[in-house]
């Protein structure tokens, strides 16, 4: 026989939802495992990395992702090093410094590998330092442009109003990176993880986020 | 020795006064890396912070040694 009558309290207990549900699938997302995904500190796609601390980061947050363009886009600075390296073996069967007395030409091959060195801190600390990282809360570009130029901007999972992800190109398809392009409403539009390792991961991932954020401000649980 | 035929001075002493110009300016440049990659480290920790530092201070000690070197021999 159905319930003519049915009080105000049980209504309410059952539209309660589960106390500790987002907590669950929180800890359902961590268990997942991500193959590839390492907590080398070089590594180009590190999930839940535990040693992971940056600037603004506050002391309940905890970093998801940790992502850099694949490394399979250092392979044009590495070569060219590797040029520039030999070029002074290379080219020493050549007279080319032969104007300029044995002293300068000594120093002359010192500056090319001071040059070279400069180039290859330079490009290295250019991927090591450009990172995405995704928190609970929020998500971080670190851009690392030169070496006296970088620029750090977030906007909260909350913002996020779109994610799109492109991969495409023969090199991309083989080593499995892409782009992942995030509109936001926060004063930085567009967050873009430029040549990343698996982009339709991180688009799910940063879905996951995003309904578990849409969770949290539906239970008031808004740190 | 080729020498300016006005001024009397050697054209090698002006070439080294430019080179040893130019690698103060890239000593300069060398102090910039370590002081960027000092800031760098401290805005992301990620544990491997002491080879990058040591990275930028061998480059700076290359740059000062280079530098020393050109003054001696030239």
């Known amino acids: ?223 | 020795m080729t020498t300016i035929p006005l001024l009397g001075i050697s054209v090698w002493l002006i070439a080294k006064i430019f080179v040893l110009l130019g690698l103060v300016i890239y000593f300069v440049f060398a102090l910039v890396v370590v002081r960027q990659v000092q800031l760098m480290t401290d805005t992301l920790e990620v544990g491997f912070e002491f080879p990058i530092r040591a990275l930028s201070w061998a480059h700076l000690v290359f740059a000062a040694g280079v530098f020393l070197i050109a003054l001696v021999i030239l």
């Open chain 1, 1 to 223: 026989m159905p319930d003519i009558f049915i009080s105000e309290e049980s209504k309410k207990e059952d539209l309660k939802p589960e106390p500790h549900l987002s907590e669950k699938s929180k800890s359902k997302v961590q268990k997942e495992k991500f193959p590839g995904s390492t907590h080398n500190p070089l590594s180009a796609f590190c999930y839940y990395p535990g040693n992971i601390n940056f600037e603004t980061k506050e002391s309940k947050e905890k970093v998801v992702l940790l992502l850099r363009q694949h490394p399979i886009t250092n392979v044009k600075w590495i070569l060219i090093a590797f040029l520039m390296i030999l070029a002074p073996i290379v080219l020493g069967a050549f007279p080319i410094l032969s104007f300029l007395p044995p002293d300068f030409q000594f120093i002359a091959v010192l500056i090319w590998y001071l040059v070279t060195t400069a180039f290859v801190i330079q490009s290295f600390l250019t991927w090591f330092f450009n990172v995405y990282i995704v928190t609970d809360e929020r998500i971080v570009d670190i851009d690392f442009y030169s070496l006296i130029y970088k620029e750090v901007s977030d906007a909260n999972i909350d913002k996020i109003q779109d994610v799109t992800y492109k991969m495409g190109g023969v090199v991309r398809t083989l080593f499995n990176y892409g782009d992942v392009l995030i509109q936001t409403a926060s004063e930085v539009p567009n967050f873009d993880f430029l040549a990343v390792p698996k982009p339709d991961q991180v688009a799910k991932i940063l879905q996951d986020l995003r309904i578990e954020e849409e969770q949290e401000k539906l239970e008031g649980r808004i740190r």
